[in-house]
């Protein structure tokens, strides 16, 4: 009788999750950028369940050109103000849009990503002082368009065969280790990047299982020949008061990302 009423008790959960992960939907393919990252954490929260939404989203091939995206720095941004949210990835075209979120839930690397915007041009750009200018002045125009087509049909295929293969046993913490113990400098950064600042949940990670099961990865990590993975596990070591892990828990700290953070479950 235990037995029966645990998986009665799982399978409403899992069915419940469903509407709620779909009526965010509507708002992650939404023009306004505020509506979209919000979304878009909220389609993380929602873990597992996510996944299937994410990976249908990925056959829309719509242009939603997104508005109201303040300092963002993304191929689509018209300019550059020296400072913003770094997102490489097409948001402007859905099934670009969905593969970020799907990486970011993930941390795979299917493909999404632009590769055109990088860091360290940015930074130059602020060396230089080259501030309120176009972004196309900063990162140039790599695009081809033919080539971006083909390598993002390439992006699709991949993360489709990962969702057959993976997707009914797949489990966030899981991933979370495995992109640390990948050899993908993306897969890597994503990871510590999460670790660092990330507020959406993980289940599983806490400051024990971090010590036991994550920390290791990230000492190795400190050590890479890659030198922003290098510095980005130092700075995750240096934090010994844990605010990694507040990010993930305070719902002040949360509220930005997640406007009901701090309302009763």
């Given at each position: 009788m235990t037995a029966l009423v645990m998986t009665l008790a799982v399978h409403v959960e899992a069915s419940?999750?469903?509407?709620?992960?779909?009526?965010?939907?509507?708002?992650?393919?939404?023009?306004?950028?505020?509506?979209?990252?919000?979304?878009?954490?909220?389609?993380?929260?929602?873990?597992?369940?996510?996944?299937?939404?994410?990976?249908?989203?990925?056959?829309r091939a719509e242009i939603v050109r997104l508005e109201n995206t303040a300092d963002l720095i993304y191929p689509g941004a018209k300019m550059f103000y020296g400072h913003g949210w770094l997102v490489d990835y097409d948001l402007d075209c859905l099934s670009a849009r969905a593969g970020w979120a799907l990486e970011e839930l993930t941390f795979e690397n299917f493909g999404f990503s632009e590769g055109i915007i990088r860091e360290a041009d940015l930074l130059e750009a602020v060396k230089q002082g080259r501030r309120d200018t176009a972004l196309t002045n900063v990162v140039g125009t790599n695009l081809n368009e033919k080539n971006c087509a083909q390598r993002h049909?390439?992006?699709v295929a991949r993360a489709k065969s990962w969702f057959r293969v993976n997707g009914a046993k797949w489990s966030r913490f899981d991933a979370l280790k495995a992109a640390l113990n990948s050899s993908d400098p993306l897969r890597q950064m994503k990871a510590l990047n999460w670790l660092r600042f990330g507020v959406t949940p993980c289940p599983g990670v806490s400051v024990q299982t971090y010590d036991k099961a994550i920390r290791p990865q990230v000492v190795r990590l400190a050590s890479s020949d890659n030198e922003s993975i290098r510095q980005q596990a130092k700075l995750l070591l240096d934090d010994r008061e844990h605010y990694w892990f507040k990010y993930k828990t305070d719902p002040k700290l949360r509220k930005w990302a997640d406007p009901d953070a701090d309302k009763p479950q």
């Open positions: 419940d999750a469903q509407p709620r992960i779909a009526a965010v939907e509507e708002r992650f393919i939404a023009p306004e950028w505020e509506r979209v990252y919000q979304a878009e954490f909220k389609l993380e929260a929602g873990g597992a369940a996510s996944l299937p939404v994410l990976v249908r989203l990925l056959d049909a390439e992006a």
